[in-house]
T-cell receptor
């Protein structure tokens, strides 16, 4: 979805390096999420944020941190990258004002990260 | 813990046939179930949502069923086309809770 962008699209880094993945959205949604996807394991939630002042850990937050710089921006950092963090990372947004009790999510194109 | 199972093997079917994908879950009583499509190199895209009190939902050539007794959802694509080839993910949630995704099933429609 072009309304949710992620940079970089591909990244190769070395063990121990700090890296940041960035996500921007023009959908005007308050809620943003970071997932990682590994083959056969589906999408697993790393962190989520319901507004600029709200940050919550997901299922697999160890080794990651996030920053919600503005409504439109949500960054994911790997403080000291390790090889088992090699994965496909997705940012997503949702809108609680859709009038139903559960929101559908809108995903960015993903960042493919390789940690050597 | 919650577990969502989708067939990890690819489903190969002939163009024009109906594709049926399965999503089974355990240790969970979701109020909502969603299906997403994911193409290679792209993020998932929402297709359909069905609530626990709905047996069936349709959208064009797509049909989803939700059987809370069997703890299973079936996703059907009728009159399948090569353009339907993709990975399909199911995701479960309760009101206000986060989505939990299955591992996805890859569908290949051959002309």
């Amino acid at each position: 979805d072009a309304d949710v962008t992620q940079t970089p699209r591909n990244r190769i880094t070395k063990t121990g390096k700090r890296i940041m993945l960035e996500c921007s959205q023009t959908k005007g949604h308050d809620r943003m999420y970071w997932y990682r996807q590994d083959p056969g394991l589906g999408l697993r939630l790393i962190y989520y944020s319901f507004d600029v002042k709200d940050i919550n850990k997901g299922e697999i937050s160890d080794g990651y941190s996030v920053s919600r710089q503005a409504q439109a921006k949500f960054s994911l950092s790997l403080e000291s990258a390790i090889p088992n963090q090699t994965a496909l990372y997705f940012c997503a947004t949702s809108d609680p004002r859709t009038g139903i009790s559960v929101e559908t999510q809108y995903f960015g194109p993903g960042t493919r990260l390789l940690v050597l | 813990s919650q577990k969502i199972e989708q067939n990890s093997e690819a489903l190969n079917i002939q163009e024009g046939k109906t594709a049926t994908l399965t999503c089974n879950y355990t240790n969970y009583s979701p109020a909502y179930l969603q299906w997403y499509r994911q193409d290679p190199g792209r993020g998932p895209v929402f297709l359909l949502l069905i609530r626990e009190n709905e047996k069936e939902k349709r959208k064009e050539r797509l049909k989803v069923t939700f059987d809370t007794t069997l703890k299973q959802s079936l996703f059907h694509i009728t009159a399948s086309q090569p353009a339907d080839s993709a990975t399909y993910l199911c995701a479960l949630s309760n009101a206000g809770n986060m989505l939990t995704f299955g591992g996805g099933t890859r569908l290949m429609v051959k002309p």
